[in-house]
């Protein structure tokens, strides 16, 4: 069974930085596309970054040249780095793999495993 926990989220000031992590167990994921997605309340659950088997990202426009989506393979292990922290950039994060799509996709719902979440604040 496939598990995703993920870890280090917290409250920071603006501009200020944090590192997400996201371990998986249970399956071989460098094979396939994982991502990071957010919900703010009241709000839909969006996209963030995603990263496919090879490596190759893909940003919202909206934390381009803030965030970094990394993976490290031999730990199983899906990071993101989130510098220069913003307000609207207060959600929960979360993380997911897609076993389906042979490409990362910015859907949610091409996703299907999930995990439960950790919490970003950011004030300001």
């Known amino acids: 069974q496939v598990q995703l926990v993920e870890s280090g989220g917290g409250s920071v000031q603006a501009g200020g930085t944090l590192r997400l992590s996201c371990v998986v167990s249970g399956y071989r994921y460098s094979s396939y596309s994982m991502g990071w997605f957010r919900q703010a309340p009241g709000k839909e659950r969006e996209a963030v970054a995603t990263?496919?088997?090879?490596?190759?990202?893909r940003y919202a426009d909206s934390v381009k040249g803030r965030f970094t989506i990394s993976k490290d393979n031999a730990k199983s292990t899906l990071y993101l780095q989130m510098n220069s922290l913003k307000p609207e950039d207060t959600a929960m994060y979360y993380c997911?793999?897609?076993?389906?799509?042979?490409?990362?996709?910015?859907?949610?719902?091409?996703?299907?495993?999930w995990g439960q979440g950790t919490q970003v604040t950011v004030s300001s």
């Open positions: 997911a793999i897609d076993r389906v799509h042979p490409r990362a996709t910015m859907v949610p719902a091409a996703y299907g495993n």
């Open positions: 990263i496919n088997s090879d490596a190759s990202t």
